[in-house]
């Protein structure tokens, strides 16, 4: 097997989806993210965030957002936000991962806001 069949193999087990496996669809985008900042890049960008399942990747992701929203992502973006804990402070953030999506020109997303 030569370097570049490997390199083929490693790369369709990597496409694969892992979540959906598991869990389904709607299981993997738990909610939407609106804050001010989302809502001006919705507008301006196209991109739209979403607190997403811990054990899904950009494949899940994009398999949910199709089948929920009837969509094509354009791009997706993963970033696992990390846990602020409680040190002299009120107030706790919890881990969770944090999918941006970002759709084609003539594409859009009711959120309900």
Known sequence: MTYTQI?????KKTASTKAVKK???????????????????????????FRAHTDANKNDIREAVQHLYKVT?????????CFKGRNNRKLVRWAYKKAIVTLGKKDKIELGS
């Open 7 to 11: 390199l083929q193999k490693r790369a």
């Open 23 to 49: 869990f389904s669809l709607y299981d993997i985008i738990l909610s939407p993210l609106i804050t001010e900042k989302t809502h001006k890049q919705q507008e301006s960008e196209n991109k739209y965030y």
């Open 73 to 81: 992502p354009k791009k997706i973006n993963i970033v696992n936000v």
